[in-house]
């Protein structure tokens, strides 16, 4: 990371969701990179502690907080004990996903994984926001990330997750519009196919998966954690201090048109 990479978050409390794996974990690292103290939560508990311990050894300000999303007092509890030990939340990046690598089909698909991905990905998004409100409200400032995804603009499976992922983009832009006028901004990171431990049961079956999916991707390859993390610092930073409501796509370009049809086309 050079210095031209960097977005000075020094002061800053980050409240990170999902964040003992993936994504989450690479986030919060690089959020604690950026000068923020970060509250790792995770219903992993063992993970955020980790994780934790891992930053506060390299000279970090960081705690880990066992959360899980759908539990309002567990949500409650783990904002306090960020405010109580950094001061309030200054960022919230609501990140938390339940992991369903291989979704069943739509008609297949038992209500209950409906439920579930709505109540962690919206819900949860929601008790969290409804969490850091007030304090955002009474100091007249504050940042929210929501990690949306590619799914939530286009069929590329998982169809419960694609609706939630879909719905917290609404979220993303009602917290803008409503917040706004208390300083508060709110957007979206919208990642393609990120390389996590999430791939890991198609990486099994297929070593080369990311290999075949690259080739839907103009920039010729499958994002990493990192290139979502960089896209949440530079949000949650003074160098957007005028953008909200909006969604930053971080997907190698796989929105922006079907490379491997218009090779077809024009007969290359």
């Given amino acids: 990371m050079t210095a031209a990479d960097r977005f000075d978050l020094t002061g800053k409390v980050a409240l990170i969701t999902g964040a003992a794996g993936g994504i989450g974990r690479v986030t919060a690292t690089r959020l604690a990179?950026?000068?923020a103290s970060v509250v790792v939560t995770d219903i992993d508990e063992r993970g955020c502690k980790d994780l934790a311990g891992e930053l506060t050894a390299q000279g970090h300000r960081a705690l880990g907080v066992a959360m899980d999303v759908t539990d309002n007092a567990g949500v409650a509890t783990a904002v306090a004990t960020a405010?109580?030990?950094f001061g309030p939340v200054?960022?919230?990046?609501?990140n938390a996903i339940v992991a369903c690598p291989i979704p069943p089909k739509l008609h297949e698909a038992p209500t209950s994984l409906w439920d579930t991905d709505l109540d962690v990905i919206v819900k949860g998004a929601v008790r969290c926001c409804q969490s850091v409100l007030p304090s955002m409200m009474a100091r007249r400032t504050g940042v929210i990330v929501n990690l949306v995804s590619v799914n939530a603009f286009a069929?590329?499976?998982h169809p419960s997750y694609s609706a939630a992922k879909a719905a917290l983009v609404s979220f993303t832009r009602s917290l803008a519009?409503?917040?706004?006028?208390?300083?508060?901004r709110a957007n979206a990171v919208n990642p393609g196919t990120i390389r996590t431990a999430a791939w890991a049961e198609q990486e099994a079956k297929d070593s080369t998966v990311f290999?075949?999916?690259?080739q839907w991707y103009p920039l010729g390859?499958?994002?990493e954690p990192d290139d979502v993390a960089a896209s949440v610092c530079f949000l949650a930073s003074g160098s957007a201090a005028w953008i909200t409501g909006s969604v930053l796509t971080v997907d190698g370009?796989?929105?922006a048109g079907n490379p491997v049809m218009a090779r077809s086309v024009e007969g290359s």
């Avoid at 290999?211 to 690259?214: S, Y």
């Fill in 211 to 214: 290999d075949a999916l690259a």
């Fill in 177 to 184: 519009v409503e917040y706004g006028p208390y300083g508060i």
């Fill in 155 to 157: 069929f590329y499976g």
């Fill in 253 to 255: 370009g796989l929105t």
């Fill in 90 to 94: 200054d960022l919230l990046v609501n």
């Fill in 221 to 223: 390859r499958v994002g």
């Fill in 33 to 35: 990179r950026e000068g």
């Fill in 83 to 85: 405010a109580s030990t």
